[in-house]
């Protein structure tokens, strides 16, 4: 528990920086798996604009917990994040397999047992978290992340 307190203290205290890597491996990964290089459990979400509605795409790893499919967002403000809320849908790639999936935002008191998931079931994906919010990576830890980190149900929606 005192880790947890910690990270919470931590989160409310500063404000979270993207890794500098992630500029330049994002548009990579999107290249990659635009000609079918599947790279881990990572897929591409593309999702439509605010303002334009052109797709916007993003790498993302989507985890399973209990049977469901989910998408853990690392940042509150993230385009992807605003523009998810707004559509309430997105395409699902993985290499060159696409797939219309409505995308449901957990409130924050459904989102902890998701988060605690995501470090043994995507395990990759800790790193970006610690350098963003400076935590080791302990299921605890992903959990106080709750307050900071949105979480989406990946629902697949209809022809």
């Not at 989160?11 to 548009?27: C, F, G, H, K």
């Not at 309430?88 to 924050?108: K, M, S, Y």
Request: glycine share 8%.
């Amino acid at each position: 528990m005192r880790g947890k307190a910690r990270v919470e203290e931590r989160v409310m205290s500063e404000r979270a920086r993207l890794p500098r890597w992630l500029n330049l491996a994002n548009p990579v990964i999107v290249a990659l798996q635009r000609r079918g290089v599947v790279i881990g459990t990572m897929r591409l979400l593309s999702v439509p604009g605010r303002k334009s509605g052109k797709l916007r795409t993003t790498p993302v790893s989507p985890l399973k917990v209990t049977g469901e499919r989910y998408i853990i967002a690392g940042l509150e403000e993230a385009d992807w994040v605003k523009n998810a809320r707004v559509a309430g849908w997105g395409i699902l790639a993985r290499g060159r397999e696409q797939e219309r999936v409505n995308l449901v935002e957990l409130t924050l008191q459904e989102r902890p047992p998701v988060l605690r998931e995501f470090p043994n079931r995507v395990p990759h994906g800790v790193r970006f978290f610690r350098q963003l919010y400076g935590i080791s990576g302990t299921p605890e830890e992903f959990e106080a992340l709750a307050p900071r980190c949105p979480v989406f149900l990946v629902e697949e929606a209809e022809p």
